[in-house]
């Protein structure tokens, strides 16, 4: 069974910075894309970025662009995501999630597993 575990989350003040991490447990998937997605309370699942397989192309959110960079370690099975300039409107529960596919998506349902998200709480 496939397993994607997040760390890293936490309670940060504005325009703070935190570092996300994604363990895969299955190797076969290190050549697959991944993704970054969030969700607020009562809000829909969205999409934050997503890297390919070869970790060659890298796609973002218009929210987080500039701020975020996501990058992974397929020795180590390990996805990342650098959190900059953080604001109160970044607070969310965030999730990896990884396709069976070697191209980049935003789109949730393009993804076929999901970890069970690391909250990242952001005070003003």
């Known amino acids: 069974q496939v397993q994607l575990v997040e760390s890293g989350g936490g309670l940060v003040q504005a325009g703070g910075s935190l570092r996300l991490s994604c363990v895969v447990s299955?190797?076969?998937?290190?050549?697959?894309?991944m993704g970054w997605f969030r969700q607020a309370p009562g809000k829909e699942r969205e999409f934050v970025a997503t890297?390919?397989?070869?970790?060659?192309?890298?796609r973002y959110a218009d929210s987080v662009k500039g701020r975020c960079t996501i990058s992974r370690d397929n020795a180590k099975n390990t996805v990342f995501l650098q959190m900059n300039s953080l604001e109160p409107e970044d607070t969310a529960v965030y999730y990896c999630?990884?396709?069976?596919?070697?191209?980049?998506?935003?789109?949730?349902?393009?993804?076929?597993?999901w970890g069970r998200g690391t909250q990242i709480t952001v005070s003003s």
């Open positions: 999630a990884s396709r069976t596919a070697v191209n980049i998506g935003t789109i949730p349902s393009l993804f076929n597993y």
């Open positions: 299955r190797s076969t998937l290190n050549y697959y894309a």
């Open positions: 890297i390919s397989g070869s970790g060659g192309i890298t």
